[in-house]
């Protein structure tokens, strides 16, 4: 009996696997023995279940999911979930990763969304799925295959209710206008101001409020998580990375590097 349809792709499958790539890809049938454990995900992992029932934990919070649920589970977390042994899962996913996910996320303000039960998104992945199956060039694939997935998370947005507390506009344009520009050295938190039409000031406070930090620390993390990607997903040394996000020397961003996730660049690179 088959277990699992899986389809699988290389990062140079793409032609620019730091701005979206698919990983892996499948259909997963039913099978009581069915688990996954993920330790620290470098990935996103978008799901939507067919029939069956199963459970989510993440980070030690857990999730019971049945059939037309959707769930979306983060990069940088842990992933534990399996099939309830009377009912398995029967589903259909992806695994993503790149910059283009997270401000697709972000912008549809999906990123710290675990669960959407009761979706109708089958023909989003079937698509999805179905392009994955064809021989395409790297140009092609990235194309096609981003543009599907902004589709799905599109519409897994319009059927969630509307959230009672949404960033404000002129801070969604600042973020916007950060994420924009993480590999500029030049650009500053007056020139994020002017795109979102407030005063730096003005930026900094609505900064704290709703992402309770300031205008530079956001962008600081931004970069250092692109640099993440960038360890993890190519094979740029860490001073050409260094110099790609605009900072001053190797030495400066490995510190930044360390003080944020705890190890060096070339430890994170090494980390399975």
Not at 49 to 55: A, K, W, Y
Not at 114 to 139: G, H, Q, V
Not at 159 to 187: C, G, M, T, Y
């Amino acid at each position: 009996m088959i277990k699992e349809y899986i389809l699988s792709f290389l990062p140079e499958q793409f032609a620019a696997p730091e701005i979206f790539r698919i990983e892996l890809a499948g259909i997963t049938f039913p099978f009581e023995s069915y688990r996954v454990e993920r330790r620290s995900s470098a990935i996103w992992s978008l799901e939507y279940v067919l029939s069956g029932q199963g459970t989510l934990v993440i980070d030690g919070t857990t999730f019971s999911v049945q059939g037309g649920d959707c769930y979306l589970l983060p990069a940088g977390h842990d992933h534990h979930y399996w099939s309830a042994a009377e009912e398995p899962l029967h589903k259909i996913w992806v695994n993503v990763t790149g910059t283009l996910v997270d401000h697709l996320l972000q912008s549809y303000q999906l990123q710290d969304r675990i669960l959407f039960p009761a979706t109708d998104l089958f023909t989003d992945f079937d698509r999805l799925l179905a392009l994955c199956e064809k021989e395409l060039s790297p140009a092609e694939r990235s194309r096609s295959s981003s543009l599907l997935f902004h589709q799905l998370i599109f519409d897994l947005a319009a059927q969630q209710p509307a959230r009672p507390r949404l960033i404000p506009e002129a801070v969604l344009q600042a973020k916007i206008f950060l994420e924009n520009h993480l590999q500029d050295s030049r650009i500053t938190v007056a020139q994020a101001a002017v795109a979102a039409n407030l005063s730096s000031s003005q930026l900094t406070r609505q900064f704290k409020k709703y992402l309770q930090q300031t205008p530079y620390d956001y962008y600081l993390d931004k970069k250092l998580e692109l640099a993440q990607l960038l360890l993890k997903e190519t094979l740029l040394s860490i001073q050409e990375i260094a110099d790609r996000l605009g900072f001053a020397d190797e030495h400066y961003f490995s510190t930044l590097f360390r003080q944020k996730n705890g190890i060096s660049p070339s430890q994170w690179r090494m980390r399975e």
